[in-house]
């Protein structure tokens, strides 16, 4: 039994590693636009099917580059059209759109590709178990965390050492201040989000290769995502990864011990934070007014 | 000013005005004015059309069209044009598949109610249906109670029991991989009767089961679950959880290797995931309701080219069962001579579907008493490719419905008829 718990809370790193993947753009979005992209899952799911289109004629290490690229360019299309407008209004029109946009995305790629799911080839040596023991570690396991460390390296090297990076942290504490300073905004915002749905649609090409492809892949990875902010704490990124990884163990020790329960547990430990500390483990106060 | 400081142009008057459109929208959509016939007989579909089970539920309405088109072709029920009017049900909502029973019967005031993939929402159609007394047919929701406890007069089934597959299969996996089961069954109506026949079943050969989970159902990550099912040393690992669960649970157990371990089977399986899994995870020994290659049995190659034609893909056993459904309303109205749900339902009882119909070996009917078609069922082990492109299943055995279901008093089923 103990090797079973230790198992999961193993698995449970890997797995939350992945949600955090998914939160982090999700945050991003959020601290500095005040938008809560609800579409997230949306964008999740048309990276994955893209990669799936673009298969074979690049490979899947080409569709793995690509697929979040293009991802991107129709998410800084719909940041333009549609979110734009919406800036220093209240934040529950964001959360409108974007609700009804999800709804959008997950009918459009039904009716683009069908409601069946669909076969998604990951190379042949990466879904191979490492270990006899350790099966669960698989070689796509090991590279999707490898991912998740890189976009996670990568995103705060960004945020730490470039120009643009210190202007999204100022913009996280002031937006005002930051554009009386003469920082164009909008192109922020907009690059912003373009990062956050790059980090969506690299999410979905890796889920692809987890799950079955079908148009509710976005759906059911979206409520994670937004447990696992709100436990790790809005506005901080680190909190959103502690966030992911906390759920991931939580959800495979249940499993253990109660196993129609592993859906739920999440949203306990939501419901715990929010009554003991409402802005998260690590989040900051007063982060959406 | 900045613009972008400026309020985002959605002011109180928009808002109301907004408001008040959509509202105008909701009460107007009744009165969009179709063309429909006034004197059409009506046949409503109430199934998925978006969530976890809209594949098959596709495929059942795909089925309905195609018997649709047979059944206009050849004039119609008693004369007059049959019309399918389909909403989605939702995968999962029963609040909703409700709602759109009750507006199929009472506002479209449809003479047939066909659905549904969710057994928990067909379960609860039936009562509508049972209330409002229209003859109802469900292709594809396998919960024994709809013909076994909670049966009414009015409700027909064409897909099998939970308790008919388990029996089907069961002695294939006990006798080919051993005695001890862990099973993997989501957590619901469907999951928990099927996985209680395959217990059962498997206990009457002498196998046993060493463990089990209940999975919440649409769950993306199996691997806590596997990790305890390896655990506990079975023979076989028993996946009861079907569609994208299906998918997800066997492309993760294959890519753990756990099939160099341990045996994965089932009872029930489909095409639609066998087809969205990748050529190695398709694997293990199932039942399959129904399957397109049938060598040698008459007709069933006519209906697998008409669907290829429709669709670019053979037919499924959802597609069988949504073109089985609306034949039977077609059927139970030409034999009663009647639109009165009591006499077709009265005529339906011990009915023998056409061979172009059955579209199987044995003969198909509609047992008396407890309105349960009983068919074949198609044993056997799923591959990655066969002779044909789409031949992911070897069948090794068909088993005899009538062998496979128990006597209709051990059912539960106690039918009482309207007076």
Redesign the interface.
Known sequence: MTQVVLFNIFNGLIVGAFYALMALGLSLILNLSGVINFAHGGFLALGAYLAYTLIPYIGFWGALIVAPLLTAAIGLVVERVLIRPLYGGDPLYGLLLTFGLAYIFEDMTRFVWGAQSLPFQVPAWLTTSLSSQFFFVTGYRVFMVVIVVATVGGLFAVLNHTRLGMRIRAGTRDLDTVSTLGVNIRVLRSLNFGIGIYIAGLAGVLAAGLLGLSPTIGASLIMPSFVAIIVGGLGSLLGTLLGGLLIGIASGVTAVYLPSATEAVMYVMMGLVLLVRPRGLLGEEGRLH | M?K???????DRRRLVKSGLVLAAAQLASPFVIRARAADAVRIGLDNP????Y??P??NELIGCQMALAGINAKGGILGRPVELVVEDSTSGDAGAAVQKARKLIESDKVDFLLGNVNSSLALAMAQVSNEKGVLHVVPGGHTDAITGASCHWNVFRVCNTTQMEANAVAGALVKEYGKKFYYITP?YSFGHTLETGMVKAIAALGGEKVGG????L????F??????A??MNPDVIIFLVQG?DM??AL??A?????DK?VHLAGAQQEM??L??????ARIGTWVMEWYWNQPGVPHVAEFVEATKKRTGRVPTARTWFGYVSTWTCAHAAESAKSLKAVDMAKALQDFRLPPEIALGPNPVIYRAGQNQLIASLFVGDAQAKGAAPDDLFKVTKVVNGAEAAGPVGESGCKMTWPT
């Open positions: 900045p972008s400081n400026a309020r985002a142009g959605m059309l978006t969530g976890t809209a594949a539920g596709k957590d989970d209940l999975v919440p649409g769950s993306v990550d691997s806590s679950y596997l990790i305890k390896q655990a994208d998918l997800n492309k993760q294959v890519q753990f290797g756990l371990k639609e995931p087809e969205g899994l990748p050529p190695e």
